[in-house]
């Protein structure tokens, strides 16, 4: 009977200890909010059973303790699922400071699009999840506690922690230690670093530089609309990979075709983007800041404090600054940053037709609905537009058929299901994406080749730019991370002072760049400030 008790502690104590890693190690389910289990170690609780041991020592720990313990393993899941979860859905992990300002809006907005029944179970369930998971945290430490009671069991938990924290510790000096044993980060680090933000942030420490200015005059375009599309993945190697230059000639002919139709004209130049492959919002910031930001850590401490952007030199001067961001699924607070007037994520701009690609939205709807819900306005104030494109994303497979009929794109039907069909069959090559990037380059080409023309009686002003250059897959081996800008519109001084920066008239780019991103913002508004 004394061993089936013994047998039966330990192996209580076993599943405890299971219960209490799981709940600091679990990894994303990726692309879902869900989570799952993987085979790790974690270093917190190896010091957790060394501190209860020391609390405890022959006696059971106090039940004072217990309850402590598992609440604070409650914040610590917390920190790990916002860890493991935020990068996958959101692309960034969340910052305390920056986002926990905007969760009552974000609260109310999501209050204000459910039924009350909703909310209700939603709050109930939230509710129960961290009941259920306090109560099985509870039981655990009391599990491990009982164990500690007895000595033999308190001898070989004490080693075996103390050996897990020397072999982590031995890790962080050489990472050929023991290399089968794997840890997690420790939560306890995350919570560090995200006080040690709040805290730099409050405190000012890590000073920024100051922001170029942005009182502009807006002279040399007033009245008319400024339209900023950063075209993503559209980098210098369309221009200097013989191979792909040669795919996407013709659609930048196209593009070309239609400035000239159409009365208009182009300059052209490189500047260098922040980043390469991917974080396209590091080049969002760095162009509408004006300030060269690399890296989460810059942008977050940016965003923390109160800076003019290129969007308040527009909305200055009585433009209305709309942000349409067919990527964005949840709650945007850069939004509030950058201080556009209206933001249209997915949601909003209520696309019905088939899904391409990940992304799903067709950039050619997202131009034909930018038209119906804010160009066609009457009256309306000047518009300053931010569209960051999604057709042109890794992998660029499936690609949206152009559709010459834009009035079309906006209904339940934008494309013949035939026409539809073939171009949702269409598959990425993942060991040759290089012929995908150029037909969906050639897309984007055709798409404002297009909204030129069904304007063409229009006098506005359109960026394309770059965000970054493909993935290195596509781009190569030493690419550089310059960019291309196309600045479209009537020919006058504006395109005149850009020729002064450098740039060069038409499509065709020639080196050196015309500087970084980030430099662009100041040239942009120097030109735009000119007398007509």
């Not at 290089?434 to 798409?447: H, K, P, Q, T």
Request: aromatic share 10%; with cysteine.
């Amino acid at each position: 009977m004394a061993n089936r008790t013994v047998f039966l502690r330990r192996l209580l104590a076993a599943a405890a200890l299971l219960i209490l890693n799981a709940a600091l190690t679990f990894q994303n389910d990726w692309p879902t909010p869900a989570i799952r289990w993987q085979p790790a170690l974690s270093v917190e609780l190896a010091v957790a059973v060394l501190v209860l041991a020391a609390w405890s020592r022959r006696a059971t720990a106090p039940r004072s303790v217990l309850r402590w313990l598992a609440a604070i393993w409650v914040l610590l899941a917390i920190g790990r699922y916002e860890y493991v979860t935020a990068p996958a859905l959101f692309g960034r992990e969340l910052n305390l400071y920056f986002d926990l300002r905007f969760l009552p809006d974000v609260t109310a907005m999501l209050a204000r699009a459910a039924p009350a029944w909703a909310v209700a179970l939603v709050v109930v369930g939230v509710m129960a999840v961290f009941g259920l998971l306090y109560a099985a945290l509870r039981w655990a430490f009391g599990r491990v506690g009982d164990a500690l009671a007895h000595d033999t069991d308190r001898r070989v938990l004490i080693v075996v922690s103390s050996l897990l924290v020397a072999c982590f510790a031995a890790q962080h000096v050489s990472a050929r230690v023991l290399p089968m044993v794997s840890f997690t980060a420790p939560v306890s680090d995350i919570y560090a670093r995200q006080v040690r933000e709040v805290v730099t942030a409050l405190r000012r420490t890590k000073a920024l530089p100051a922001s170029p200015a942005m009182d502009a005059s807006l002279e040399g375009v007033k009245g008319r609309d400024v339209l900023l599309i950063f075209v993503e993945s559209y980098g210098a190697v369309s221009y200097e990979r013989p191979e792909l230059a040669r795919g996407v000639a013709a659609g930048r002919a196209l593009l070309g075709a239609a400035i000239g139709e159409t009365g208009r004209a182009v300059v052209s130049a490189y500047v260098e983007s922040p980043t390469f492959g991917g974080n396209s919002w590091l080049a969002h910031i760095s162009l509408l800041a004006g300030m060269e930001i690399r890296d989460l850590d810059t942008s977050s401490l940016l965003m923390m404090q109160k800076r003019d952007t290129l969007v308040t030199a527009f909305t200055r001067r009585g433009y209305r600054a709309v942000a349409m961001m067919p990527g964005q699924r949840e709650a945007w607070p850069e939004g509030s940053f950058y201080g556009f007037d209206e933001i249209y994520g997915i949601d909003r701009l209520n696309y019905n037709g088939p899904a391409f690609g990940w992304f799903r939205i067709p950039d050619q709807f997202t131009m034909a609905r930018l038209d119906a819900l804010e160009t066609d306005r009457s009256p309306r104030a000047p518009l300053f537009v931010f569209f960051p494109t999604l057709s042109t994303h890794t992998p660029f497979e499936p690609i949206a058929p152009y559709q010459p009929d834009w009035a079309r794109m906006t209904t339940a039907a934008p494309y013949d299901q035939a026409v539809a069909d073939r171009a949702l069959a269409r598959e990425p090559n993942w060991f040759n994406l290089g012929a995908s990037y150029v037909d969906a380059l050639s897309y984007e080409f055709a798409v404002m080749a297009g909204y030129l023309r069904q304007h063409r009686d229009r006098d506005f002003v359109m960026i394309l730019i770059g965000d970054h250059q493909p993935p290195a897959v596509v781009s190569g081996e030493g690419a550089p991370w310059d960019v291309p800008v196309h600045v479209i519109t009537s020919p006058g001084v504006v395109l005149d002072r850009l020729a002064a920066h450098g740039f060069r008239k038409g499509l065709n780019i020639e080196r050196p760049a015309a500087g970084k991103m980030h430099a662009l913002a100041p040239l942009l508004l120097d030109a735009f400030s000119g007398g007509r």
